[in-house]
C-alpha cells in the first residue's frame, strides 16, 4: 500500500490561488485508507474550498487512479464537469497524480493534494509502518522475513552496527534494531545457520530509477 499524509490546507490554498472552478479527484484505494483521499475526505476539501470561495465543479473517487484503465473511465464520466473547470486537485499518491495527468485529455491544470510517503503495512491498530523499499533484490528470505534494507536505517547487510545497545537502534532509541530482530527470528526458527551467511554488497543495478517491467 503507498501511503500518504494530506498536504496542509494552506498550501493547497496556494496551489490554487489562481484557481476559480476545481474539479476534484480522489482515490479509493491506498488513499482512502489513509484518510487522505477517500469519499469523506473529499467531501471535507470540497467544503473547506468552497469555503474559500473557490467553485468545485465536481469530484470523482477511482477505485485505482493509478491505473490507466480505471481513470480514464473516470474522466470520461466526468469529462463536462473536469471541461468546466480550471484545474484539478488530485487527493492521491504520487502515481496516481501522474496517471490523471498522463490520461487526461482536457488540457487542464493538475494540482497534487497529498505527499507519498512510503509503501507500508498496516498493522491491527490501523498503524501504518514502512517494511519494504521495494529494492530490487529482496532478503527476506535469509532474514527472518524482515527487511534490513527498509528497518536498519544504515541498510547493513550482514549484521548489526557496533552502535546498538541493549537491542536499540543508535539512530533512533526509541526503535529496535533490525538486525536483533533477524538474529532472534531466526533463532526462533532454528535457522541461525543463515545469520552467519556473509552477503555481497547490494546490486543497486536492479533499483535504478526510473524502472520498468512489461507483462508478456
Known sequence: MIITKQKEFKEILKHLEKEGKIFLLGCGE??????????EDVKKIKEALEKEGKIVA???????????AKVKLELAKNRKAIESSDAILVLACGLGIQSVKDNLRAERRVHV???TLFMGAIDSSGSFFE???ACGDCVLESTGLIC???RCPKSLLNGPCGGQNKGKCEVDKDKDCAWILIYN?????NRLDLFRILKPP???????????????
Not at 491506498?30 to 487522505?36: N, V
Not at 547490494?202 to 508478456?216: A, E, F, G, V, Y
Open 185 to 189: 527470528e531466526l533463532k526462533k526458527q
Open 131 to 133: 517494511k519494504c523499499s
Open 113 to 115: 493534494g497529498c505527499d
Open 30 to 39: 491506498c488513499s482512502t485508507t489513509c484518510k487522505t483521499g477517500g469519499e
Open 58 to 68: 465536481g469530484y470523482c473517487v477511482p477505485s485505482a487512479p493509478c491505473i490507466a
Open 202 to 216: 547490494k546490486d543497486h543495478s536492479k533499483s535504478t530509477r526510473p524502472r520498468q517491467l512489461t507483462l508478456k
Open 148 to 150: 534490513p534494507i527498509t
